[in-house]
C-alpha cells in the first residue's frame, strides 16, 4: 500500500514546531533576564552605598 505524501500537511505541522520552539526561545530569553535582573538590583543599590561613601570621604 502506497501512501500519499500531503505538503500541505506537512508545512502545517513544521509551522507548528518552528512556532513552538520559538516560543521556548523566548521564554528562555525572558527567564533568562528576569534572573539577571534580580541579581542585579542588589548589586546596583550596593554599589551606589559604596559610591555615596567614598564620595563623603572625598569631601
Not at 505524501?5 to 516560543?23: A, C, E, P, R, Y
Not at 528562555?28 to 567614598?54: C, D, H, N, Q
Request: net charge positive.
Amino acid at each position: 500500500m502506497k501512501e500519499n505524501f500531503d505538503i500541505g500537511h506537512f508545512f502545517k505541522q513544521l509551522f507548528f514546531v518552528i512556532v513552538g520552539v520559538s516560543l521556548l526561545m523566548v521564554g528562555l530569553v525572558a527567564l533568562v533576564t528576569l534572573i539577571g535582573v534580580i541579581i542585579a538590583i542588589p548589586l546596583f543599590a550596593k554599589g551606589t552605598k559604596m559610591i555615596v561613601a567614598s564620595s563623603n570621604k572625598i569631601e
